[in-house]
């Protein structure tokens, strides 16, 4: 009985030693700010997100963080890595929803500690999409190794791959797997491009999947950049003939131009492609949807000088194509589209605008803006403007952009949330980054995803592209998707 | 043992004596390749990498191998290792079939695939190949003993396929055929059942585990993952010495009794003679391939004399050895002194693989070259293409750095990597010295050549695809700019005859009160003679020290027996053995060579 008492005091105490916080040392605070990485600080995050890990780069022998929430709940880590508990983390955001998070970073140096001087997190009230699905390759140019399709759960560390192309790896060809698209958010209709081998273009319209051959003798290629209409079951893709060419000192290492574009519409239903822009002398490209459908938006160059140049006269007037952003009405009965319309001149700006995303409340619409060219991914002065629809005002979003390629963005369902890539973090890895987009119009700080171990984006050297939300998961196991990609595919018909 | 001199013999007979020194002998005139193995390798520690491994079935004896290839960092540490695997899978083989010279045989066939790697070395994609698959024989040898000793050689077989198939792949299928083969061959009663059921769970077991639980791997693989299955496409002749160590083992497993037989030491030694001296016929003896390699390494320390005395020595260069050969005369600002007084007799690379001259020396030219942004590329592409290198990785750390317009955090992610590799932290020091310190960059002489070497204003189209090609295309083009870069672009204008080009570079020259290097003055007497120059003549003549000059002289004498000459083959060795060092004898005779 003894032995038996003992041993249970022994663990009670044992247990409370575990389940005991380290103290917050009493000290003064210091003028200097917390270094950490990645930056966290001043961010309004949503109140779903994954712990923010963060390592703190301060010189110090110990370091404690506290992180505490407006009704005095707080958590406290020790050591440079500050790594919040899942359970704890949520508790903590769903509390604070509206409110402010204080970080307080306490240094101990020979034996001394300090406060460094506090920032501070806010969380905003709305939530953003539970998924995000994105392209996780390394940043090649001509030749790809191992890639895949990964859907992350943005409220935890966890995600899984859709696809990979380690499949279908051989001796002499790679895969290349890309485009990933969702129709309004969700992943019951949803498609993917696959190229070199097997290639063609998945798509999954429920239980159904497909692969399809979108090329036909009337247009330039197969689909590229696909918009799913928002409800019904047509997909608007460019066709394009691209090419790319690598620069021996310019700023921008990199090219990828248009030699030709259109836009075409497949209706998945009757496997049917239809001509939306086939303009001789326009380059169209960069398709989205408004929000209700009725409207399509893309960039369009409209540079008729250039279509008389040849191929290699073509690629040394790189800098000269700009492209604008145009609309054309769309009537979901008849499936007929209107005529173009411009929204945005960027090439009076001596601009070129790509990629227009509308918000789910149609008010506005992000482009990706840079000097020139039809593919921003590569121009590091890419940045993201917001034109308000209503308006025609321009933002130039100051504080969302970099001093490297911001690009590739979207909106989160409810609109709150901007999602896109930058490559700001070390000039050459794309990085997700997501920008609270508050009721009044005003564009926050932007955030990284968070990773499990804060030093992943520094560890790793593959890049997150293509970003695309979703409010719930992919249903599809690997195996399913690899067994579509194996398919034949259908060939589409074509109708003028 | 009964005696000491009886137990060395047991232990080690000459023949196991003669195999091992021919093996040290070749493995040490193969240290270059080793090292350069090692070079285009890299390791990390971190979770995330070593997830890929344990990704896929027979991942961990790559992860191993590309473990053991960091000591080819230390070409000595690695020969060692090597001849450690190699008797570690003889001793094994031993247990097998006795002591006689063909316990060699599974650990000789491999090393013929190391010392067999040609060109190929730059471009596999199977990675720790180096020592990945001696380690993975020597690993089949052993269960293979275990198993022969063993009372059920079958239930060996089995549970080392079950526990094994993960880490070592389709080394574990090898290793449980040589255990049924075994089980066929002992005592078992039951030994046909053994075998049958020993080889339908080789069959059944890997298919189902690859099915069930290795999603990144195709099923096509199954039984040869841990095996260079992505690699040797269109030269299908190098997988046959890993054919031959497993088929070796597995036929020896089978005939182990006749095998046990006592051998004569007289036939123990013509059979380890001729064992060894079938490692030597089969090694990959190419001089321009092991040439190159040195000269890289040489040019990588900035080594310039080294670089020239290898390129002394070749005959017959690949176009490769003369890029780097350029490279070195350039840096040591004798180009237009020296480019035509080597051997122009070039040869194509020696290889069945699809490997071009761009993948082999991409980075390494391009960087020297001053064009860091293509070095920098094809870096990246051979990374992804192949597989990650600490030497790729250098030039990719040295090209953002040196190029001053990337991210300080690009930079330090490739040094990070780096120096998780062996023998590395000194260069990754100094270079990570130069983030800190930019004083100290400007002090670097490469930095100060790509630098040098950058002045020009980039022409809008400018391919990048085949290395040589972009700079015949660029550098004649380039206006004359004073400095390196108009040694360059002279050297590449000579390079390819472009009269044209030629004269405005020569003018920028002479501008700067510059006496004619040999090469300048030879062509620039060519080019005048050719066109009639009166002008231009008198002014060459004036530079070159008059009517009475020896360039003349000997070009007179050129052009004589050019006039005399009947244009066969004999004539022909005539010219080489005469003005086979003047730029005459380039120009004239040397046409058409492969750049691709």
Request: charged share 25%; with cysteine.
């Amino acid at each position: 009985m003894r032995i038996l008492t003992r041993y249970i005091c022994l663990t009670a105490l044992f247990l409370t030693a575990l389940s005991c916080t380290p103290g917050i040392p009493q000290c003064g605070q210091i003028e200097e700010d917390a270094d950490i990485f990645p930056d966290y600080r001043e961010t309004t995050v949503p109140p779903n997100i994954a712990p923010l890990n963060y390592m703190v780069r301060n010189d110090a022998e110990k370091i404690l963080t506290r992180v505490c929430g407006p009704a005095g709940e707080e958590i406290v880590i020790s050591g440079r890595k500050v790594k919040f508990p899942l359970k704890e983390w949520r508790d903590l955001l769903n509390r604070s929803k509206g409110k402010d998070l204080t970080i307080e970073t306490y240094l101990c140096k020979n034996g001394q500690w300090s406060r460094l001087r506090d920032f501070s997190c806010h969380v905003a009230q709305e939530e953003i999409d539970g998924w995000i699905t994105y392209r996780f390759l390394a940043p090649s140019y001509e030749f790809h190794s191992y890639l895949s399709i990964d859907q992350r759960d943005v409220t935890s560390f966890k995600s899984r791959e859709l696809y990979h192309n380690r499949f279908e790896h051989s001796r002499t060809k790679q895969q290349c797997i890309n485009c990933h698209s969702f129709q309004n958010y969700h992943t019951d209709r949803w498609q993917l491009h696959v190229r070199l081998i097997e290639s063609g273009t998945v798509i999954v319209d429920g239980e159904k999947g497909e692969k399809v051959d979108l090329k036909t003798e009337q247009t330039i290629s197969g689909g590229f950049y696909p918009a799913w209409h928002p409800t019904e079951n047509l997909i608007v893709y460019s066709n394009n003939w691209l090419r790319q060419f690598f620069f021996a000192r310019n700023y921008n290492r990199i090219e990828q131009q248009d030699n030709d574009s259109d836009l075409i519409m497949y209706d998945v239903d009757s496997n049917e492609v239809t001509p939306v822009a086939k303009d001789s002398v326009l380059f169209e490209n960069y398709p989205a949807w408004s929000p209700d459908g009725r409207t399509l938006y893309y960039s369009c160059a409209n540079q008729p000088e250039l279509r008389e140049l040849s191929d290699v006269e073509l690629g040394e007037h790189f800098e000269d194509f700009k492209y604008d952003i145009l609309k054309r009405s769309f009537d979901p009965s008849t499936k007929q589209f209107g005529p173009p319309k411009m929204v945005m001149n960027a090439k009076k700006m001596d601009k070129s605008a790509l990629f227009p995303r509308i918000s789910p409340d149609g008010r506005r619409m992000l482009v990706a803006v840079a000097r020139f060219g039809s593919c921003h991914n590569y121009h590091r002065d890419s940045d993201l403007w917001m034109m308000n629809l209503e308006n025609g005002k321009l933002d130039k979003l100051e504080i969302l952009n970099s001093d490297e390629a911001d690009s590739y963005h979207n909106w989160s369902s409810n609109g709150r949330w901007i999602i896109f890539t930058s490559r700001r973090m070390d000039g050459v890895h794309t990085r997700i980054f997501f920008s609270y987009f508050d009721k009044d119009g005003k564009v926050h700080k932007p955030f990284v995803l968070p990773q499990e171990d804060p030093e992943h984006y520094i560890k790793t050297f593959k890049s997150y592209s293509v970003p695309e939300p979703t409010v719930e998961p992919l249903r599809q196991s690997i195996r399913q998707v690899r067994r579509i990609v194996r398919q034949d595919a259908l060939k589409a018909n074509y109708r003028e | 043992m009964k005696n000491s001199s009886k137990g060395i013999a047991r232990i080690c007979s000459l023949s196991d004596v003669i195999v091992l020194i021919t093996s040290a002998a070749v493995l040490a005139a193969k240290g270059g390749v080793l090292r350069k193995a090692a070079d285009l390798s890299a390791v990390s520690f971190e979770g995330g990498f070593l997830r890929d491994f344990l990704n896929r079935p027979g991942g961990i004896l790559e992860y191993l191998g590309l473990l053991l290839t960091q000591a080819g960092h230390f070409p000595a540490a690695g020969i060692l290792l090597m001849l450690v695997l190699m008797v570690w899978a003889a001793y094994s083989c031993r247990q097998i079939y006795g002591h006689n010279p063909f316990i060699w045989v599974p650990a000789l066939c491999m090393l013929v695939f190391w010392t067999g790697m040609d060109y190929n070395l730059h471009t596999m994609r199977a990675v720790g190949y180096a020592f990945s698959q001696m380690l993975g024989i020597a690993a089949v040898c052993s269960i293979a003993s275990l198993s022969a000793r063993s009372r059920h050689p079958a239930v060996v077989g089995i549970i080392s396929l079950i526990l094994l198939y993960p880490p070592i792949g389709g080394y574990a299928v090898l290793a449980a055929l040589c255990c049924a083969v075994i089980s066929l061959t002992g005592r078992e009663r039951t030994g046909v059942k053994s075998f049958c059921l020993t080889v339908l769970c080789a069959a059944i077991l890997p298919q189902i585990a690859t099915r069930l639980a290795y999603t990144h791997t195709d099923p096509t693989f199954t039984y040869l993952s841990g095996m260079p299955y992505f690699d040797f496409n269109g030269n299908w002749t190098r997988w046959i010495p890993i054919g031959a160590s497993c088929a070796g083992l597995v036929l020896m497993c089978a005939f182990r009794k006749t095998l046990a037989k006592p051998v004569s030491g007289f036939m123990s030694f013509i059979i380890s003679v001729f064992l060894s001296a079938g490692l030597v016929f089969f090694t990959y003896k190419d001089r321009n391939f092991h040439a190159e390699i040195s000269m890289e390494q040489a040019i990588e320390a900035n080594d310039w004399d080294k670089v020239l005395k290898i390129a002394k020595g070749l005959e017959h260069p690949t176009r490769i050895g003369v890029m780097y050969r350029n490279i070195a005369l350039l840096y040591k600002g004798e180009l237009l002194e020296r480019m035509f007084t080597f051997s122009d007799e070039y040869s194509p690379i020696d290889t069945k693989a699809p490997v071009s001259m761009t993948m082999v020396c991409a980075p390494v030219s391009f960087f020297y070259n001053g064009m860091l942004q293509f070095s920098a590329r094809w870096a990246m592409e051979c990374t992804l293409l192949y597989q990650p290198g600490v030497q790729r990785y250098k030039y990719l750390a040295k090209a953002a750095l040196f190029s001053g317009t990337e991210k300080r955090e690009l930079v330090e992610k490739y040094l990070r990597r780096i120096e998780q590799n062996a023998g590395q932290k000194r260069w990754v020091k100094k270079y990570r010295s130069y983030l800190d310190n930019p004083e100290l960059l400007s002090q670097d002489p490469e930095y100060l050549m790509a630098k040098a070497l950058n002045e020009y204003t980039e022409p809008k189209f400018l391919s990048s695809t085949v290395v040589e090609d972009t700079f015949l295309w660029l550098f004649p083009t380039l206006d004359p700019t004073p400095g390196p870069l108009l040694e360059l672009s002279i050297g590449y204008t000579l390079i390819a005859k472009d009269v044209e080009y030629f004269w405005p570079k020569y003018e920028a020259w002479v501008a700067e009160g510059r006496s004619l290097p040999k090469a300048m003055a030879e062509a620039a007497l060519m080019f005048a003679y050719m066109e009639r120059d009166e002008a231009r003549l008198a002014d060459v003549l004036d530079r070159t020290g008059g009517d009475d000059n020896p360039v003349l002289k000997r070009f007179n004498a050129f052009s004589e027996a050019m006039t005399k000459s009947s244009g066969s083959a004999a004539s022909l060795d005539y010219f080489r053995k005469r003005f086979g060092d003047t730029y005459w004898y380039y120009c004239t005779f040397v046409k058409n060579f492969d750049i691709n």
